[in-house]
């Protein structure tokens, strides 16, 4: 990790779990990190227990316009961004056929939509600023490599395949441009974090008996990738706890 000492790194829906954990071990790591989030608050209390190393920035990534002023503003203020680690989701309970348009929507913006054009402006950044050893890392999930089980999931697990679909496109067009730039997708089994709360599914993954990850094991996850040499590049990286019999 010597070589990012004081670089730049932006972790979108960094106000809790897997987003807070990998903000907090990159700047253990001696990274100045952007936590970005809609949680003034958290982000402020994580900044708090980092200081000089964690920025807070409140933003709403499902805008477009926040998104790019968001970037413009890391430029001008703390520095040329060197890593983006787009972390932010959401996983709706609901199911195909009631087709709740406000759940979709929302899922589309979040998961898909928001961190494509984070990863749009990262790169562009990079490019301004002559950065040819960035790394893009996009948290997806296990449910990107297959098909659900059960009801209520399959629209969340579309958005998850689509990121993986879309950060390969992501990988080829750099590799197109021959540019060094990386781009990996880091697919977690179940973790032990809110987004199941927040997505009406209650307790039903943590009490149902299956063995979960922390969050702290993705930040781990995060600085594996990180660490490679740059002529290796691991695309795809699936984290699980150990025991798991979840297939997507």
């Not at 893009?136 to 449910?143: L, T």
């Not at 702290?216 to 150990?242: E, F, Q």
């Amino acid at each position: 990790m010597q070589r990012w000492k004081d670089k730049v790194a932006v972790v979108t829906g960094a106000s809790a779990g897997i987003g807070r954990a990998v903000a907090a071990k990159l700047a253990e790591e001696g990274m100045r990190v952007v936590a970005v989030a809609r949680r003034r608050e958290k982000l402020q209390e994580l900044a708090d227990q980092y200081k000089g190393r964690i920025f807070p920035l409140p933003c709403d990534i499902t805008k477009d316009e926040e998104i790019v002023n968001l970037f413009q503003k890391i430029n001008d203020t703390i520095g040329p961004v060197h890593v983006l680690v787009n972390n932010a989701g959401i996983a709706y309970q609901t199911s195909v056929l009631e087709c709740n348009l406000k759940h979709w929507r929302y899922m589309f913006d979040l998961n898909v939509i928001a961190l494509g054009v984070a990863t749009r402006e990262a790169v562009a950044w990079m490019k301004k600023n002559k950065i040819d050893d960035g790394y893009i890392i996009n948290i997806s999930s296990i449910s990107s490599h297959g098909m659900p089980e059960g009801i209520g999931k399959h629209v969340y697990n579309a958005t998850k395949h689509a990121v993986r679909v879309i950060t390969e496109g992501t990988r080829m067009e750099l590799a197109e441009q021959k540019s060094a730039i990386k781009v990996s997708t880091i697919c977690p089994g179940v973790v032990e974090t809110e987004i199941f709360d927040v997505g009406g599914w209650g307790d039903f993954y943590t009490a149902g008996g299956y063995p979960v990850l922390k969050p702290n094991a993705i930040a781990d996850a995060t600085v594996t990738l990180l660490s490679t040499p740059h002529s290796t590049h691991i695309a795809d990286l699936v984290v699980r706890p150990l025991g798991e019999k979840v297939m997507a």
